[in-house]
């Protein structure tokens, strides 16, 4: 028999919704079956040895077909006893009655949980035909215990389960020691106070340079290696020079005589307020330095020592008998200080910032050859796709009988008015989320009261489809594929891609779907249908990881 009023009740309520824009509320009732197959005479009968039995006793489950020695018999095998659990399938039996054949098949069942069962509908091929047994009820009693000689003890309490730990930690300390390395090398080349170039000292003034090569001098091996010549060469270097540029421009190039003659000269023009024994004490060093130089003399190391800290001394002495600058000279000078003390801190900043912004970038090209470069802009920017792909996500059953789905977010219930026509004819669960148009995950469980002969799926599968055009989907590419969950369930996968409208306007955006269709008992038809925009890479993971977790659970009817 065929039922096309049923096909129209889907038609109706999916048209007819309220709903007018492209979400997963246009898909709330798919089409669910179409085709009936008709029955012929009684071939096949089934029968149980006992309708009551204990948690773990064997029942005897018999199938008996009638037939001639010309046609194939094909018995049920696997898991289509369930509820019931198969312990044992013995041989076929078969008896001889003239031209026909009685086959009987034995099936050792069993059930480990109180409760009423249903042994479902078993299908029978006897040549080119299907034949359906009926349905069988079994109650499975508990044993009784004797609570006066065993002990009763309180439900233990519900244990907490940590969530497992991430490798955050390790991706943070990996990019904290590369900080640490780029801080310490940026400090180190960059801020640390390092030995002045000779570019640098020039730009000195005299006096600060004059210190500063006493300081070096210090840290020259003349005096270990005991090279007199070249230590007192570097000393009265020093001071010459100092007095060149402060004092008498003809220093460098002036005998020890010439030069403390222009001393005292200056000194008693009052162009020079240097004393006496200062340039007693420079006369003394310069002409034992002559000595040393030129007659190779060859004084004790103390001496030269002492007459370092008295160049020293005499150089802080020149200084303060030099005369006083202006107050614009002191100004202009303070000026240029500051005026090089903020080019060098500039430079130092420019320079920091190059390196920081180089560190970044080298960090996020080597993170994006592993892991990919808009996985990384993606990371550091934000992308709602990706924090559904990582985020929290929920595992749920849904329905009557149940399927174990796990989503981003909880599918919310959708009340879906039933007509008249079609109530207490079958019961319609549907479940839905959507994202803003992004992604779309629908779940629907239809449950007939009065079991079929056949349900055939791919008129269910094609009504689906024929839905969506009707909701405004174009060039709608579909290819099919057995599927099988997790737990052993079989159905239909039905995948490709499809154009949806944007709201309620005519543009359309490309997008792929996925459509799981699952039949049990002939009574029950359960769809999950996923669409999601093409243009994001985290949605195609979301939608896998989404089928991949589906498994469909076996109801207990009580």
């Known amino acids: 028999m065929r039922t096309d009023g049923f096909n129209a009740f889907n038609s109706n309520i999916l048209l007819g919704h309220t709903c007018k824009v492209w979400s997963h509320k246009a898909f709330?009732?798919?089409?669910?079956?179409?085709?009936?197959?008709?029955?012929?005479?009684?071939?096949?009968?089934?029968?149980?040895?006992?309708?009551?039995?204990?948690?773990?006793?064997?029942i005897n489950y018999n199938i008996s077909v009638k037939t001639d020695s010309t046609k194939l018999v094909v018995f049920p095998e696997g898991k289509s006893f369930s509820p019931l659990e198969i312990i044992s399938s013995y041989p076929i039996d078969t008896l001889q009655n003239n031209d026909t054949y009685r086959l009987v098949k034995k099936y050792g069942l069993t059930q480990f949980d109180s409760g009423q069962y249903t042994i479902p509908r078993q299908k029978v091929l006897v040549g080119d035909k299907t034949f359906y047994t009926d349905s069988l009820q079994v109650m499975v009693n508990t044993i009784a215990v004797d609570t006066t000689k065993q002990g009763l003890?309180?439900?233990?309490?519900?244990i907490e389960v940590e969530k497992a730990a991430s490798n955050w930690w390790k991706y943070a300390l990996i990019i904290l020691l590369i900080l640490a390395i780029a801080a310490f090398l940026v400090y180190w080349f960059i801020w640390r106070k390092k030995p002045m170039t000779e570019k640098e000292i020039a730009l000195l003034p005299p006096y600060d340079r004059a210190k500063l090569a006493l300081k070096k001098l210090d840290e020259s091996p003349y005096l270990e290696q005991q090279n007199l010549k070249d230590y007192y060469s570097e000393l009265t270097f020093i001071i010459r020079k100092y007095l060149d540029e402060k004092v008498y421009d003809r220093a460098l190039e002036s005998t020890t005589g010439e030069l403390i003659d222009r001393l005292n000269l200056l000194k008693d023009g009052n162009r020079?307020?240097?004393?006496n024994e200062d340039i007693e004490n420079l006369e003394r060093i310069l002409r034992r330095a002559d000595l040393v130089k030129f007659a190779k003399s060859a004084p004790d190391i103390e001496l030269a020592k002492l007459d370092r800290e008295t160049i020293d001394a005499e150089i802080d002495h020149v200084k303060e008998a030099l005369p006083e600058p202006t107050e614009e000279e002191k100004l202009l000078d303070e000026q240029y200080r500051k005026a090089l003390a903020r080019k060098k801190k500039r430079r130092k900043i420019i320079l920091t910032v190059i390196s920081g912004i180089a560190l970044l970038s080298a960090?996020?090209?080597?993170?994006?050859?592993?892991?990919?470069?808009?996985?990384?802009?993606?990371?550091?920017?934000?992308?709602?796709?990706?924090?559904?792909l990582e985020g929290t996500w929920v595992t749920s059953e849904y329905g009557a009988p149940p399927i174990t789905i796990s989503t981003p977010k909880v599918l919310g219930r959708e009340q879906i008015p039933m007509p008249k026509a079609?109530?207490?004819?079958?019961?319609?669960?549907?479940?839905?989320?959507?994202?803003?148009?992004?992604l779309s995950i629908v779940l629907s469980n239809v449950v007939l009261e009065q079991p079929q002969d056949s349900l055939d799926l791919n008129n269910v599968i094609n009504g689906t489809l024929k839905t969506l055009e009707a909701k405004g989907a174009q060039n709608i590419i579909t290819k099919t594929e057995k599927f099988t969950t997790p737990n052993g369930a079989e159905g239909i996968k039905t995948f490709g891609s499809l154009e949806f409208p944007i709201g309620e306007s005519d543009d359309l955006r490309s997008g792929k779907y996925a459509l799981l269709t699952f039949t049990s008992e002939n009574r029950v038809i359960q769809q999950i249908l996923m669409t999601w925009r093409n243009d994001d890479v985290y949605l195609d993971d979301i939608a896998q990881r989404v089928i991949n977790a589906v498994e469909l659970v076996k109801a207990k009817e009580e």
């Open 28 to 58: 709330l009732i798919l089409f669910l079956f179409s085709c009936f197959i008709g029955t012929s005479q009684e071939q096949v009968a089934a029968t149980i040895d006992s309708t009551t039995i204990k948690i773990g006793q064997q």
């Open 153 to 158: 003890y309180d439900i233990k309490p519900i």
């Open 272 to 275: 020079f307020g240097i004393s």
């Open 363 to 388: 960090i996020y090209v080597g993170f994006s050859l592993k892991y990919g470069f808009v996985y990384v802009k993606d990371t550091i920017i934000g992308h709602e796709s990706k924090e559904l």
């Open 422 to 438: 079609f109530q207490g004819k079958m019961k319609v669960n549907t479940f839905g989320y959507e994202n803003l148009g992004r």
